[in-house]
């Protein structure tokens, strides 16, 4: 699972940081942290595969677009430690620097990767490399399936039972759905996927999750957010409106003043952050009513509010 850090802060540079910059500091950062130069020493460890991390998300367009866009929060609901990693050529980077690419692989992605890495010096050390074509004979012991759930069921969290086939015939297992998942996370039963009957090894069930659409709230990341239209008078005046919430309608005070697409924040109102351990928040979009016909009384008083400097 992705950590917590703060990318920018990890690499030292600023979010408009240009793409030079980010690898500067990132070359910087690795010629300090690189186990070589800090042998037996846990914290450069630690601080090498954060730096390599920050990296591989800031040095990616797309991975970079989605950080800046949603947060940690939001981006760790889209990746995972395997997505952030895949396509990151570390062994290019670590030659430029006068360091081999088999003993970094292994520090970051632990040693029985380095290991079986090791018997493949030909290959190029890219993380989605490394999951296609060097774990292959296991992944196609793997099953996946596609499993689809209501809006609310991910947000609260539930049981679902599935059925699945296998080389050996058709199974049922109750899969836990953590509370607060997202679209395109995946789940792993392990020891649930096909066997091989000569080895007796056995694959794993991947069960990536599809969120079902809400017909009034709309997810990013953590946070909820619906809309409410007012009218002008209220828009002006402010006022008390009832919206729907995970935990049931609430009544939410719209201050006066408030300008079209104005949002009210109703803090811990939204989806469960299983790594903060925290709520999101829920946002109110107000919505003012303009009305396409008045009526003579109504024309009158605005023409006398119009005198008034309104």
Partial sequence: MASKQDYYETLGVSKTASE??????????????HPDRN?????SEE?????????????????????????????????SQE???????????????????????????????????G???????????????????????????????????????GEKRITFTTHTGTEEVNVKIPKG??????LRLSGKGNKDMRSGRTGDLYITIK???????????SDLYVTKEIKVTEALLGTVVEVPSIEGPKRVTIPPGIKS???????GLGVPDTNKGINGDQYVEVIIDIPKRLTDRQKTLLEELKREGI
């Fill in 20 to 33: 030079e910059d980010i690898k500067k500091a990132y070359r910087k950062l690795a010629m300090k942290y």
């Fill in 39 to 43: 042998p037996g020493n846990k914290e």
């Fill in 47 to 79: 601080r090498f595969k954060q730096i390599n991390e920050a990296y591989a998300v800031l040095s990616d367009q797309e991975k970079r677009k989605q950080y800046d866009t949603f947060g940690m929060g939001g981006f760790q609901q889209k990746y």
């Fill in 83 to 117: 997505d952030i990693f895949r396509g990151f050529n570390m062994g290019d980077l670590f030659k430029d620097l006068g360091f081999g690419g088999g003993d970094v692989f292994s520090m970051i992605f632990g040693k029985q990767a380095g290991r079986q890495s």
């Fill in 119 to 157: 018997r493949q010096r030909a290959q190029s050390w890219d993380f989605g490399d490394y999951i296609t074509r060097e774990r292959q004979p296991e992944r196609d012991l793997d099953l996946n399936y596609e499993l689809e759930i209501p809006f609310m069921d991910a947000i609260r969290g």
């Fill in 181 to 186: 998942i997202s679209s395109g996370k995946k």
């Fill in 211 to 221: 969120v079902g659409e809400h017909p009034f709230f709309k997810r990013v990341g």
């Fill in 261 to 267: 697409h104005g949002k009210v924040r109703l803090k």
